[in-house]
């Protein structure tokens, strides 16, 4: 199995997005500064980078879904979630429980703001991801 960012937890809440999990398959040993990098999916030049809290191999992240609103919005966007040091871009998601085909399975609340919903997803994968709908596309906003 490829190294990855584990999801322990998903708090979507208070405008908040808050991950915490731990790092699978790779020796942490760089005392360097660890990010939650959100890539949206349809522009991946488009990175958002949040503080990492890491403890050992525990990591502790989060984010602002207002920062998930775009100039340029599109019915559905989704957004791509990676821990980072620089180097390694490990990318979250569960992959170590039992559970599989999370995304018919695990649903999680979504979250309103100014004409966007939001809401963490399992995808085929069992990646996670951000899914940001518009106003009138399916987002009862």
Partial sequence: MKPHAEIAEVWPRDGRVRLTGRLHGLTVTTTGAWELLVTRRSHPEQRLRYPARLTDDRFEAGLPIADLVTEDPAALEEWDLHLTDG??????GRQLDDI?????????????????SVRPYYTVKDNLSLECRTAGNGAAV
């Fill in 87 to 92: 180097t390694a871009e490990l990318r979250a």
């Fill in 100 to 116: 599989r085909g999370k995304k018919k399975i695990m649903v999680f609340p979504e979250q309103r703001i100014e004409g966007l």
